[in-house]
C-alpha cells in the first residue's frame, strides 16, 4: 500500500485503488485490524469524493444538508459491511445469500428511468439511459450498485462481460480481492 498522505479535507488518508473492480474498491475503503485499521469514509465528503475518484460520478446532487450527512453515511457504511461479508463468503467457497440481493434490489428499486434510442448518424443508434431522480445518499447508493451489476462475480474469480447495446465484447475480466484487506 502507498503511503498514505493526509486529505485535508476531512483529514482522511488518501485513498488507495487495488481492485480491478470499483465494487472490490469499495470494499477495500476499510481496512481493519490487525492491518493498519485505516478508515476511508470518515464523513459524507470522502463517500462523494470516492465516487469521483472511482469515475462513477461527480453530480452535485450528491452534496447534502449537514443534518443528513451522518445518516447518509451510516447507510453507506453499512452497505459495506454488507458487501464485505458477502466477499469473505465468497472467497471461503460460500455464496450470495438472498437476504443480500432482496437488500440490494430494494436500493436499486429507488430510482425510476427510462431508456430511449437515439440516432447517431444515418445507420447507427444508441441506447440513452434518463437522468436519475435520486439525491444525495440514495443517488450515491444507485452509483455503486449500478457499477457492479453489469458483471457477475463468481467465486473463481473471473467476471463474464457481457454484451452491451454499445459493446460486443465478451472478454472475461478477473476481479482480484486486495491482499488482506477483505
Same mark, same amino acid.
Request: aromatic share 6%; charged share 20%; glycine share 6%.
Given at each position: 500500500?502507498?503511503?498514505?498522505?493526509?486529505?485535508?479535507?476531512?483529514?482522511?488518508?488518501?485513498?488507495?485503488?487495488?481492485?480491478?473492480?470499483?465494487?472490490?474498491?469499495?470494499?477495500?475503503?476499510?481496512?481493519?485490524?490487525?492491518?493498519?485499521?485505516?478508515?476511508?469514509?470518515?464523513?459524507?465528503?470522502?463517500?462523494?469524493?470516492?465516487?469521483?475518484?472511482?469515475?462513477?460520478?461527480?453530480?452535485?446532487?450528491?452534496?447534502?444538508?449537514?443534518?443528513?450527512?451522518?445518516?447518509?453515511?451510516?447507510?453507506?457504511?453499512?452497505?459495506?459491511?454488507?458487501?464485505?461479508?458477502?466477499?469473505?463468503?465468497?472467497?471461503?467457497?460460500?455464496?450470495?445469500?438472498?437476504?443480500?440481493?432482496?437488500?440490494?434490489?430494494?436500493?436499486?428499486?429507488?430510482?425510476?428511468?427510462?431508456?430511449?434510442?437515439?440516432?447517431?448518424?444515418?445507420?447507427?443508434?444508441?441506447?440513452?439511459?434518463? /437522468? !436519475?431522480?435520486?439525491?444525495?445518499?440514495?443517488? *450515491?447508493? %444507485?452509483?455503486?450498485? @449500478?457499477?457492479? $451489476?453489469?458483471?457477475?462475480? /463468481? !467465486?473463481?474469480?473471473?467476471?463474464?462481460?457481457? *454484451?452491451? %447495446?454499445?459493446?460486443? @465484447?465478451?472478454? $472475461?475480466?478477473?476481479?482480484?480481492?486486495?491482499?488482506?484487506?477483505?
Amino acid at each position: 500500500m502507498p503511503p498514505a498522505s493526509e486529505n485535508a479535507r476531512t483529514n482522511r488518508p488518501e485513498f488507495f485503488f487495488v481492485g480491478t473492480h470499483p465494487a472490490i474498491d469499495f470494499a477495500n475503503t476499510l481496512v481493519p485490524p490487525p492491518g493498519p485499521g485505516i478508515e476511508f469514509l470518515r464523513a459524507w465528503p470522502d463517500v462523494i469524493d470516492w465516487l469521483a475518484q472511482m469515475k462513477l460520478s461527480k453530480d452535485s446532487r450528491l452534496d447534502l444538508p449537514e443534518t443528513r450527512r451522518s445518516e447518509a453515511l451510516k447507510t453507506v457504511v453499512e452497505l459495506r459491511q454488507a458487501w464485505r461479508d458477502v466477499l469473505a463468503s465468497l472467497t471461503a467457497g460460500g455464496k450470495v445469500s438472498d437476504d443480500f440481493l432482496m437488500g440490494l434490489n430494494g436500493l436499486l428499486a429507488m430510482d425510476s428511468f427510462h431508456e430511449t434510442l437515439h440516432r447517431v448518424g444515418k445507420k447507427r443508434f444508441q441506447l440513452v439511459h434518463s /437522468t !436519475t431522480q435520486l439525491h444525495g445518499h440514495k443517488l *450515491a447508493l %444507485a452509483r455503486l450498485l @449500478s457499477s457492479s $451489476p453489469r458483471q457477475t462475480l /463468481t !467465486t473463481s474469480g473471473v467476471a463474464p462481460t457481457p *454484451a452491451r %447495446a454499445c459493446s460486443t @465484447s465478451t472478454t $472475461p475480466q478477473k476481479i482480484i480481492v486486495g491482499s488482506g484487506a477483505v
